[in-house]
């Protein structure tokens, strides 16, 4: 992959899950069919995972990233697309067409990967994390101690400060239980506190 198809890939990579609050292994595992760019949404059902071979010894011998089912029953979802994410999405699309003509792989059919490689192969969290950190080396941004939770985390920040309940957010994000959206990944600063003291007062005022 060249430098300007890796830029691009992590771009559209790193906005849908900053824009639909994904975790990486439910980014990497989708497919085209996934993607309903008429009804702006995302079907969450499958994740990437580890297969790890052991022997008699219980050493392991071969380890290799397949798509499997998601990290819980919860995780299994429908997320809505910002309309800012639908033209990403499609020039990344546009992109991968660009790429299978090289490679002679389809690589934009319906059950294509999104972000699968050149070969329509799934990729590796540890690879896909190589590409992400050398990026941000390169670009200066090593400092901010980036990683691909905190997309995450800022999909549920922004839900949170908008006021959205958290049990729709809970949803969002495929979480089991509403107390890991809550105590996990909301930050709150005094900003919050006064609020809810101000609500108080206006109350009993």
């Known amino acids: 992959m060249q ?20 975790r990486i292994v439910e980014a990497l595992a989708l497919t085209w069919r996934d993607i309903d760019i008429e009804n702006k949404i995302i079907k969450i059902n499958r994740a990437t995972t580890l297969d790890v071979k052991i022997d008699k010894m219980g ?3 071969s380890r290799k990233t397949v ?18 994410l639908l033209p990403i999405l499609e020039n990344w699309k546009e992109e991968c067409w660009v790429m299978g003509k090289k490679t002679g792989c389809d690589l934009i059919s319906l059950d294509s990967l999104v972000f699968g490689n050149s070969n329509d192969e799934v990729r590796s969290y540890y690879v896909t994390k190589t ?5 941000v080396k390169a670009n200066g941004f090593s400092q901010y101690k980036l990683h691909f939770h905190g997309f995450r985390q800022t999909y549920s920040n922004i839900m949170f400060e908008n006021n959205v309940n958290p049990k729709i957010t809970q949803m969002l ?4 239980d509403v107390k890991t959206t809550i105590m996990n990944y909301n930050s709150v600063d005094k900003t919050y506190f006064d609020k809810t003291a101000d609500i108080i007062n206006k109350q009993f005022s």
């Open 3 to 22: 430098e300007l198809e890796k830029n691009m890939f992590l771009k559209t990579l790193c906005t849908t899950m900053l824009f639909c609050g994904l």
């Open 131 to 135: 590409i992400f950190e050398r990026f």
């Open 59 to 61: 050493k392991s011998i």
């Open 67 to 84: 798509i499997g089912t998601t990290k819980t029953a919860c995780s299994v979802r429908i997320v809505p697309m910002p309309e800012r």
């Open 173 to 176: 994000l495929g979480h089991k």
